[in-house]
């Protein structure tokens, strides 16, 4: 009997020993034909999910990016066993997955030396941060908070360039303590830099047997992220991370992230009593400058010294070089000295002129007292 099929509206003749009609059967076989020449040629196949196959090897270079939505994907349904091992990358990750940033004050955010401006070679400014000058280059590095990247601070370089020699700010960022923990681990900085001339501030690394080079900002008055990524094999020796000027000019710097890995990762910032921490194991003044911040009196006798304890904000790097700061106090007695110090505490002592109170501490503006323990 004559019959119709509705999607085509077409009339088909089905014989009596058929079990289909005549065109569905000649339909199916066509695409079956077409799809295997496309396969052979293509080496491609449609053996997957729409014809209840498993869905084969899809290289990453066929899926345009962000062509997957998410909303399709049904919860639980990729679990950990189908993806490769080391196969999501810290670029996927961004930063919801906050990595340990192995540089210190890398947002710029502590200055407890003050806001500057510094110009000194080797002086450091921002903390853990130094001056790296050469030839006859200058640099002046000052605490900014206007031209900042999502952060409260930035460091403002104001470079000249002699034509030689670059100059920049630096930190040692894998030391001779901690060598021997990143040999032969691959390792990653990032740093945001805002500049206004091109081909002339870059990020550089350089440790033992190498140096690695960033691309040139491009210098258009924008924040840049600048990467370099390397691997070091020696087992003793500095590596040391530069932001340096190869023009004179002015630029600023921001929120460096240091990792162990071959991608780069956006900066998270450390809770600021962490970063703080990080700070003081090298560098704190823990009595000043503020006047009258300290004072103390003991009694002695004439010719006497006496003492006493100080206890450090966070124990030190080493033990740490004391400095007394401007001209303190002294009344019955001379100017405080140390007596000894250890990574914890220092003593400081008097010698009284004569029997009585001696008394001593900052009682003038400026004067105080700074421990610097560097690696």
């Known amino acids: 009997m004559p019959g119709s099929t509705p999607e085509l509206a077409l009339k088909t003749a089905v014989d009596a020993d058929d079990n289909a009609d005549y065109l569905t059967i000649s339909l199916a076989s066509s695409l079956q034909t077409l799809d295997a020449t496309y396969n052979s040629g293509t080496g491609h196949t449609h053996n997957g999910a729409h014809q209840g196959g498993p869905i084969g090897t899809i290289p990453a270079s066929a899926i345009p990016t962000g062509s997957i939505d998410s909303s399709k994907i049904l919860d639980g349904s990729i679990a950990t066993v189908d993806i490769a091992n080391g196969a999501v990358t810290s670029a996927k990750l961004a930063s919801d997955v906050p990595r340990e940033n192995y540089l210190t004050n890398g947002g710029f955010e502590i200055w407890q030396r003050g806001t500057g401006a510094f110009t000194a070679g080797s002086a450091y400014c921002a903390d853990r941060w130094q001056i790296a000058l050469g030839g006859t280059s200058t640099l002046s590095v000052s605490r900014n908070t206007s031209t900042v990247d999502a952060s409260v601070a930035s460091a403002a370089c104001t470079a000249t360039y002699d034509g030689t020699n670059p100059a920049g700010i ?69 590596t040391d991370c530069h932001i340096r000027s190869y023009a004179s000019t002015t630029f600023y710097v921001d929120n460096a992230m240091l990792t162990v890995g071959t991608e780069v990762v956006d900066y998270v910032p450390l809770h600021p009593a962490d970063d703080l921490a990080r700070c003081l194991r090298y560098y704190e003044q823990p009595i000043g400058p503020l006047a009258g911040s300290a004072s103390w009196y003991l009694y002695g006798a004439a010719s006497t010294a006496v003492c006493v304890p100080i206890t450090f904000h966070a124990t030190k790097f080493g033990n740490p070089t004391v400095t007394k700061v401007g001209t303190w106090t002294a009344v019955n007695c001379g100017q405080p000295a140390v007596l000894g110090s250890n990574t914890d505490q220092v003593s400081l002592y008097v010698n009284a002129t004569a029997l009585g109170i001696a008394q001593f501490g900052t009682g003038a503006a400026g004067a105080g007292l700074t421990l610097e323990s560097n690696p």
């Open 170 to 238: 630096y930190q040692h960022i894998v030391d001779a303590e901690h060598a021997n923990q990143f040999i032969n681990k691959p390792m990653s900085v990032s740093v945001r830099v805002w500049a206004s001339v091109a081909n002339a501030v870059r990020l550089e690394v350089f440790y033992p047997g190498g140096a690695v080079q960033s691309a040139y900002h491009p210098g258009d008055s924008a924040w840049h992220t600048l990467t370099v990524s390397w691997t070091r094999s020696a087992t003793t020796g500095n």
